[in-house]
């Protein structure tokens, strides 16, 4: 059975920090990387960051570039999302997900369930 589950959100003050952790199972690693997206309320889903577990190679979306960090401990087989320097347009719910291509188009095939992330100003 295919599994990703998310934990770490929360509420936090704008400036401050998050990490999110994605743990995965069910599935060969090597054929897929590990996105993270995001969905505020009233907007499509998009697209925070990925990893591809074989060679670490990441990918970020400009509005997140220089604030978070992705990060995968293959042993564990889960991601990390160290989110920093946090703002009010970051809140939304974040979902992990088994992707195909970890770039601009990256075709998820499984989900998480979601962590809610909430930055108060």
């Known amino acids: 059975e295919v599994q990703l589950v998310e934990s770490g959100g929360g509420l936090v003050q704008a400036g401050g920090s998050l990490r999110l952790s994605c743990a995965a199972s069910?599935?060969?690693?090597?054929?897929?990387?590990i996105g993270w997206f995001r969905q505020a309320p009233g907007k499509e889903r998009e697209g925070v960051s990925c990893?591809?577990?074989?060679?670490?190679?990441?990918h970020y979306a400009d509005s997140v570039k220089g604030r978070f960090t992705i990060s995968s401990d293959n042993a564990k087989k889960t991601v990390y999302l160290q989110m920093n320097s946090l703002q009010p347009e970051d809140t939304a719910v974040y979902y992990c997900?088994?992707?195909?291509?970890?770039?601009?188009?990256?075709?998820?095939?499984?989900w998480g369930q979601g962590t809610q992330v909430t930055v108060s100003s």
């Open positions: 997900a088994a992707i195909l291509d970890c770039g601009l188009d990256p075709l998820p095939e499984f």
């Open positions: 990893i591809v577990f074989s060679d670490a190679y990441t």
């Open positions: 069910g599935f060969t690693f090597d054929d897929y990387a």
